[in-house]
């Protein structure tokens, strides 16, 4: 992977690289989310109003007003269902911007610390920021789709995710140094699995401490819940996967446009 030109030019260059590839993904994960996501959206949602509806059926008072305000996502909502829609692609759109620019900021610095190509440093970056930044705290705190979870908890469960996003982070930092220690370390396995079992320790000892969240009803269907992780995986991983991709494509398209010159 370390054939090819490393990853040139001013940082001003690369931040616009980065932009255009984070619009790119940020469009085609909006997409991925409307197409996939919002079907299990929208059953959720049905559920959450049929429950809204039955409990407030049952108050035996102020029935009518009860149940209009249980009907938080139909067409008495402050933002419509159409609106959210729109919203959707819009927020993956803006996400895909502020990704970018992040990214291409991160790949600015790291070029001068690797021997990768641009275009090798563009995908193996993309990876390392899904695997961190998504995988690891997905697999501690999955996506829940509406009707699941506590509102009260909400802040609590908003720091917990922020703490296992730091949490990869810090794993893949402790991963790159465990790297660069065994880099002349002969055995090619174990330059291989010393920084993967390094990563593996940092985000299993970051589990351990970090508290477990299971706010899941006993009456809320599991095949839902399922597809709906399942979405928000995919959705994710387009977009990290798009970033990348494009990142890389670009780059190695403007590597082309550069002139050889012959000493």
């Not at 054939?3 to 616009?16: K, S």
């Not at 930092?173 to 660069?180: E, I, L, R």
């Not at 055995?187 to 508290?211: D, K, S």
């Amino acid at each position: 992977m370390s054939a090819g030109v490393p990853l040139t030019g001013p940082y001003t260059r690369i931040l616009l690289r980065g932009l255009l590839a984070g619009l790119i993904a940020g469009l085609l994960a909006g997409a991925v989310a409307f197409v996939v996501g919002e079907p299990h959206i929208e059953a959720a949602i049905a559920l959450e109003e049929a429950a809204a509806t039955h409990a407030a059926t049952e108050a035996h008072s102020h029935t009518h007003e009860a149940a209009s305000a249980g009907h938080t996502h139909g067409e008495d909502a402050l933002v419509s269902r159409t609106g959210q829609k729109v919203g959707l692609i819009l927020a993956t759109t803006l996400a895909g911007l502020a990704l970018g620019a992040l990214f291409a900021s991160v790949l600015h610095f790291a070029r001068r610390h690797t021997t990768l190509s641009g275009p090798a440093l563009g995908l193996l970056g993309a990876g390392a920021g899904w695997l961190a930044i998504e995988a690891v705290p997905f697999l501690k705190y999955p996506a829940n789709p509406p009707a699941v979870g506590d509102p009260d908890t909400i802040d609590q469960r908003t720091l917990l995710w922020v703490a296992a996003v730091v949490l990869g982070l810090v794993a893949l930092a402790v991963a790159v140094a465990a790297a660069k220690a065994l880099a002349r370390q002969e055995l090619r396995t174990v330059r291989l699995a010393g920084p993967v079992l390094a990563f593996l320790v940092v985000v299993g000892l970051g589990y351990a401490v970090l508290p477990t969240i299971d706010e899941v009803g006993t009456g809320f269907p599991a095949t839902l819940l399922w597809d709906f992780r399942v979405a928000s995986v995919i959705v994710q991983t387009t977009l990290w996967f798009a970033l990348g991709v494009a990142f890389a494509f670009l780059t190695e398209r403007a590597d082309r446009r550069v002139p050889v010159r012959v000493a």
